[in-house]
């Protein structure tokens, strides 16, 4: 993420992505969400934990590396939440809170300044199967009010 300028953004969203980096990169990239991110922003996690949930997951588990193969390479990264938490916290992070079992449902805008703005809400992921629609649209429609208010603002 280089092409951000260092402390640009007030939120940084990992969307299920942290989990899909492997070894070295994945400290490579929280060193870059601690870049981008501006002092006292916050970075909230989404990520797949270990032990893995299914047996075919379980039968291609290294639980000393915490991977996941495909064809004996590692595909995915699985900590357990307890590592998961250690290693955001040595790369900076300060841990608020953690669940297990949330998703999370988002949208973007820019303000008028053109500045990025992220709306993300956690939802519990075993209401967000049947409330996915629901959710989405009064979040596509707070997006709206919200452009609409910022720009009314700004004229």
């Not at 949930?53 to 991977?67: E, I, L, M, P, V």
């Not at 809170?97 to 303000?111: K, M, P, Q, R, Y």
Request: proline share 5%; hydrophobic share 45%.
């Amino acid at each position: 993420m280089p092409f951000f300028e260092a402390g640009m953004f007030d939120i940084v969203i990992d969307g299920q992505c942290l989990h899909c980096l492997i070894g070295e990169d994945r400290g490579a990239c929280l060193a870059e969400v601690r870049r981008i991110l501006r002092p006292g922003g916050v970075f909230f996690v989404s990520s797949m934990v270990a032990p893995p949930k299914s047996d075919d997951a379980r039968a291609c588990f290294d639980a000393d590396r915490g991977w996941l193969l495909r064809d004996g390479k590692p595909y995915r990264t699985l900590k357990s939440l307890d590592d998961l938490a250690s290693e955001l916290s040595q790369a900076g992070f300060a841990i608020e809170e953690h669940t297990l079992g949330i998703c999370a449902v988002g949208v973007a805008l820019h303000d008028p300044l053109g500045n990025a703005v992220a709306i993300s809400v956690p939802v519990p992921s075993q209401r967000f199967q049947n409330r996915q629609a629901l959710i989405a649209e009064r979040l596509v429609a707070t997006k709206h009010a919200l452009e609409s208010r910022m720009n009314s603002a700004a004229a």
